[in-house]
């Protein structure tokens, strides 16, 4: 147990629609990395957040947001969903702004888009 | 801009077997090299991590990489294969000083074989 905190573990959604995943970073961590897990693109980086602000971007879509609240944890939004945004969607955290350090990963969450 | 590339996205050893999985990178400075490892519906493990200490880094599970500046080079190996070694395994990369971004390979898929 990483103590990264992924939900929902599952999402089954139709396309255009939006939906959110939150992430609960291990406790005392400020950074969170969000990452998209797919057959075709490998991992890919999309946002890194430290304490509240954006700290930098990735191959994120202009449909994908991403916040992290007063509490830490952190949400991605992802609207307008299109079947190719079908992915395992992983939070990371870590202790340090800069991911020179380990990176401690959820289980992730899955989203299918029919 | 920093990159990593793994070659044999599917290598098969026997148990007992030597374990031999590749990276090259490429960066413009020295950079900070890590292999993470995910076993079936899991998130990713850090298995050991190159800060420019040692070039010969340890790591869990008997796992080991060696940090080859000449060849650009950051192969992991473990010399006795066990069945639990049985995992995807992936090498990043990250550049210290302005760079915020890990950035992984395409990941390698190792089967242990009885």
């Known amino acids: 147990d990483s103590g990264v905190t992924q939900t929902p573990k599952h999402l089954i959604t139709a396309t255009g629609q939006r939906v959110t995943l939150r992430c609960s970073p291990r406790?005392?961590?400020?950074?969170v990395y969000w990452y998209q897990q797919s057959l075709d693109q490998g991992l890919q980086f999309l946002i890194h957040y430290y304490n509240g602000e954006e700290r930098a971007k990735g191959n994120i879509l202009e449909r994908f947001s991403a916040q992290q609240f007063p509490d830490l944890h952190s949400e991605l939004n992802l609207s307008s969903l299109e079947l190719g945004d079908s992915a395992l969607y992983f939070c990371a955290s870590s202790v340090v702004d800069f991911p020179t350090g380990e990176l401690f990963f959820g289980e992730g969450s899955r989203l299918t888009v029919l | 801009a920093q990159s990593v590339t793994q070659l044999g996205s599917h290598v098969s050893v026997s148990e007992g077997a030597l374990v031999l999985l590749r990276c090259n990178y490429s960066?413009?400075?020295?950079?900070?090299l890590f292999w993470y490892v995910q076993y079936p519906n899991q998130g990713l493990q850090l298995l050991l991590k190159?800060?420019?200490?040692?070039?010969l880094v340890k790591g869990i599970n008997g796992f080991e990489a060696e940090f080859k500046k000449s060849e650009t080079s950051f192969h992991l190996t473990k010399p006795s294969a066990h069945m639990s070694d049985a995992a995807e395994y992936f090498c990043?990369?990250?550049?210290?000083?302005?760079?915020?971004?890990?950035?992984f390979g395409s990941g390698t898929q190792l089967t242990v074989l009885p």
């Open positions: 990043a990369v990250t550049l210290s000083g302005s760079a915020r971004q890990l950035t």
């Open positions: 406790s005392g961590d400020l950074s």
């Open positions: 960066s413009s400075v020295p950079p900070y």
């Open positions: 190159y800060t420019s200490a040692a070039t």
